[in-house]
């Protein structure tokens, strides 16, 4: 598996790296897996659906709005905000998007315990949470079997964009972050460096193995 950090990226710019990366994987699978950790300028993304009340009053957001294809609804990326983008060939991995889910949530929810903050998931929804409180979301697209898209970790940084609209289509969620949850400030980069043998364990050895016990 390869991973690249790529410091903070327009979301058009990482969505064209994406869409390269995947096409050449489905054109030649051995292609390698590959992660992507960077930060986003500051923007608004909502999946391809008619329901689009998250956005609340979209002509009035104070960033651009981009319509995506991953899954979800409305949510927000900007500095201080980790980003992953897993190209991940999903064949092999039992081609269950639920597991995959799942999987991201786990890696996320160590991720956040490296870092001295105890981190959930909640029945019945997709993401990661301290408390009531949501950490990281999540959203997902699936190509041929090929994963995009992926993980937003809020670390650091200024919340108050997500005041403009309903995060996830969840009314009433308040948002942290890593740094808000351990008190202690924390640098995008070094969380980033910290993810890469979490994502790989859980990627190249739990969810493989969750294959075979299942086919087993």
């Keep these: 598996m390869i991973t690249r950090w790529l410091g903070r990226l327009p979301y058009a710019e990482a969505l064209a ?3 390269d990366l995947v096409a050449r994987k489905i054109a030649a699978p051995p292609e390698p897996d590959t992660l992507l950790l960077l930060e986003h300028e500051p923007v608004y993304t909502i999946g391809r659906t008619p329901d689009r009340t998250s956005l609340r009053a979209a002509a009035a957001l104070p ?3 981009i319509v995506t294809g991953r899954g ?9 905000q ?17 597991r995959y889910l799942r999987a991201l949530e786990e890696m996320l929810i160590a991720l956040c315990a ?8 909640r029945e019945g929804l997709t993401g990661v949470w301290v408390g009531e409180k949501k950490i990281a979301s999540i959203g997902i697209g ?6 995009m898209h992926g993980f937003a ?4 940084g200024d919340l108050t964009p997500y005041r403009a609209i309903t995060p996830c289509g969840i009314v009433g969620v308040e948002m942290t972050s890593l740094e808000r949850e351990s008190g202690s400030p924390r640098i995008v980069e070094a969380v980033a460096a910290a993810a890469v043998p979490i994502f790989r364990a859980h990627f190249e050895e739990i969810l493989p193995k969750l294959k075979k016990s299942v086919s087993s």
């Design 63 to 65: 960033h651009p709005l």
């Design 142 to 147: 699936v190509r041929r079997w090929v994963s």
């Design 114 to 121: 490296s870092f001295g903050v105890a981190a959930h998931r």
């Design 153 to 156: 970790l809020n670390v650091c």
């Design 17 to 19: 790296l994406q869409e």
């Design 82 to 98: 980790l980003i992953g983008y897993p190209i991940l060939d999903l064949k092999p991995r039992g081609q269950d998007l639920h």
């Design 72 to 80: 979800g609804q409305a949510t927000y990326h900007g500095p201080g």
